[in-house]
């Protein structure tokens, strides 16, 4: 099973702005859709909160201190990032899932990043920069190496995209 980490960042390694996402792009939006549809996605408590509402067919793996912890069938909140994965890893398990995808924030990001805890990222570089109050964490490029790219041309306002897959050396 692949820990697959994915975000989107800009020009600057933005990643966040009061909480939210710095921008709304609707082909970003409809990538990580389409790639963590019926998997489970592990998040910080802070990412949860930014969430309008709980996003369909996901099992939502969700790390906090501060909040009770809860189960149900679409939602787990886990106290350590050890219990979390162990949730999100029997989920795929049981649901015959290839991969459990990392959804961020930057605090959690840079958990798996520090630990080499991830088999894949996908990150999504958008050619273009926004105000931003959270970034994502140094990475060391030496040790990844990218074996797909994909490139989305820019549409009306929105920018160039570029869907990156990156692998451990
Ligand atoms: N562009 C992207 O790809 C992307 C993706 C995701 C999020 N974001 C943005 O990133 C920002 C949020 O990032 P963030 O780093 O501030 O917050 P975060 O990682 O989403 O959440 C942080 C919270 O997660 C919990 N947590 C983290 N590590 C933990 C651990 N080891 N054990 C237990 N709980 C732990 C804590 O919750 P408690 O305080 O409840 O204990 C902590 O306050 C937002 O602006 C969001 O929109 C961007």
């Known amino acids: 099973m692949k820990r697959i980490l994915v975000a989107a960042m800009d020009q ?15 082909a970003d939006l409809k990538f990580f859709k389409q790639l963590t549809w019926q998997h489970p996605i592990l998040m910080g408590r802070k990412t949860f909160e930014s969430l309008p509402k709980l996003l369909p067919e996901r099992y939502h793996v969700v790390v906090s201190k501060s909040l009770q912890p809860k189960q149900n069938k679409q939602l787990v909140i886990c106290q350590t990032i050890e219990s979390a994965l162990a ?10 899932k290839e991969n459990i995808f990392i959804i961020g924030g930057r605090s959690i990001f ?60």
């Open 110 to 169: 840079e958990y798996f990043l520090k630990n080499h805890l991830l088999d894949g990222m996908w990150i999504t570089h958008i050619e273009s920069v926004y105000q931003s109050d959270t970034f994502f964490p140094a990475w060391d490029k030496q040790l990844w190496k990218k074996t797909q790219e994909v490139i989305h041309p820019p549409e009306g306002d929105y920018p160039l995209l570029r869907f990156c897959y990156y692998e451990p050396l």
């Open 12 to 26: 600057k390694g933005g990643i966040g702005y009061k909480g939210k996402l710095p921008w709304h792009i609707p």
């Open 87 to 96: 949730f999100a890893e029997h989920y795929a398990k049981n649901h015959q």
